[in-house]
């Protein structure tokens, strides 16, 4: 029987950040719910570079949970998914039952079409699932009318995802109850504490990652004494002297932080048999290039941290950006030197002192980064007021230039 799409569906669109770990979340205690070895703490991107957008619609007419991806349409049986969508309707037919009136009710009972986009290349190590989980809570919270806590739902969709739901710099706490009900997202600081603050994407590779967080992190629970060393002995420390670098706007002591962290992460990750290599050569000659620079000036300006792919994600003050952009410029010279190879915040013009490339000492790689994405902190998941950026149309369905 054909579709009914003469009901005119309710739809809503949302947009989500993606967020960068400074202190790494690896190692599950429960796989099922999503519950991590330990604490971790992420600063979430500006979403003016990086986002993922989603629209959300229900509709009488809807005969099934649809959802497409990327312009594409995908399994909605997916545990995670699924995990996503029971938890946000349970929590909106508990607060139906307990009178709330802003919870849709006759929404309850339909169905959801789902439609979400990146703007940013998929699985590149740029922490996809977060936004997109983040994303899809945040826009099906908005569809049935649900308000509050939301990033432990976010959580059992991927747990980086959680902290996409909060703006600026913010923490995921593990907890230690068995059902998670405390292993929650929390704000640190919000975007505006630390104006000066950039972050550059350093993006060496558009390629999927060989070996998935979910697996990778499976793999080094079971196999790495080194993983349960660093999540019962160094994490809950760090995690406070990360809070503190942070509230006290320490650059010198949030950039050591961030890149020890970083490289403990890759130590694991190596330390697990069969050991996993996220980084390749590129990644290195970064981590030479941070460390040279520096060194060079005897003072921290920059820091690199790297997730479970080869590009580098860098943190410096935006008095530093112009000469450390130009000097990635000529130490990774790209295909092309045009404006294609720096996106997003403008990056003023810089002239690099020979001194400076001598003291740095290393071996132009070209074409090592494809591109930069310069941005900063930004804000958590928003609702996109205008219906003209709906990805549904208002039968329910994928605009066809998707
Ligand atoms: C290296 O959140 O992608 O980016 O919970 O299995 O979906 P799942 O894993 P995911 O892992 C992210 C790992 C990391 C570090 C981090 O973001 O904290």
């Known amino acids: 029987m054909p579709e009914d799409r003469t009901e005119q569906p309710h739809i809503v ?25 330990n604490s971790s703490l992420s600063v979430t991107l500006h979403q003016d570079q990086l986002k993922t957008t989603t629209t959300v619609a229900t509709s009488r007419s809807f ?17 995670r998914l699924q995990s996503c969508l029971r938890e946000i309707r349970r929590l ?8 709330d009136s802003g919870v849709d009710s006759a929404s309850l009972s339909h169905k959801v079409h789902i439609c979400s986009v990146n703007n940013f290349p998929t699985a590149a190590g740029l922490a996809s699932s977060a936004a997109g989980f983040a994303c899809l809570v945040y826009s099906l919270a908005r569809v049935f009318g649900v308000e509050g806590e939301l990033s432990g739902i976010a959580r059992q969709g991927s747990g980086s995802a959680c902290r996409s739901m909060y703006g ?3 923490q995921w706490i ?57 999540a019962e002995s160094v994490v809950p420390g760090r995690m406070v002297e990360m809070t503190e670098a942070i ?44 460390h040279r620079y520096n ?13 479970a792919g080869p590009n580098a ?36 013009c810089a002239s690099l002192s020979e001194e400076l490339k001598q003291g740095i000492g290393l071996e132009p790689m070209p074409k090592g980064i494809n591109y930069i994405i310069s941005t900063k902190a930004g804000p958590g998941p928003r609702v996109v007021e205008d219906p003209t950026q709906h990805l549904l149309l208002s039968d329910g369905f994928p605009k066809k230039t998707m």
């Not at 005969?63 to 545990?79: A, M």
């Not at 909106?92 to 009178?99: I, L, M, P, Q, S």
């Not at 295909?335 to 003023?348: M, R």
């Open 13 to 37: 669109t949302c947009t989500a950040p993606v967020n960068i770990a400074v202190i790494k979340y690896w190692g599950k205690r429960n796989e099922d719910i999503i519950l991590p070895i």
């Open 63 to 79: 005969q099934e949970d649809r959802i497409w991806l990327n312009g594409k349409e995908e399994d909605i049986t997916h545990p």
């Open 92 to 99: 909106a037919r508990k607060r139906r039952n307990d009178g």
């Open 168 to 170: 600026g710099f913010v």
């Open 174 to 230: 593990m907890g230690n109850k068995e059902d998670g009900k405390d292993s929650l997202a929390q704000q640190v600081e919000p975007e505006t504490h630390w104006p000066e603050l950039r972050i550059l994407v350093l993006v060496a590779s558009a390629e999927r990652k060989p070996v998935g967080s979910t697996s990778g992190m499976q793999t080094s629970v079971k196999t790495s004494c080194l993983l349960k060393h660093r």
């Open 247 to 290: 509230r006290k706007k320490d650059f010198a002591a949030f950039a050591e932080l961030t890149m020890k962290d970083s490289n403990q992460f890759h130590a694991t990750c190596l330390d697990t048999y069969p050991p996993i290599f996220y980084l390749n050569h590129v990644s290195q000659q970064i981590i030479s290039l941070v």
């Open 295 to 307: 060194k060079h000036y005897g003072e921290t300006r920059v820091a690199y941290t790297f997730d």
């Open 313 to 348: 994600v860098i943190f410096t003050l935006q008095q530093h950006v112009p000469e450390f952009v130009h000097m990635v410029q000529y130490f990774f010279p790209p295909e092309t030197n045009g404006a294609d190879f720096i996106k997003g915040l403008p990056v003023n």
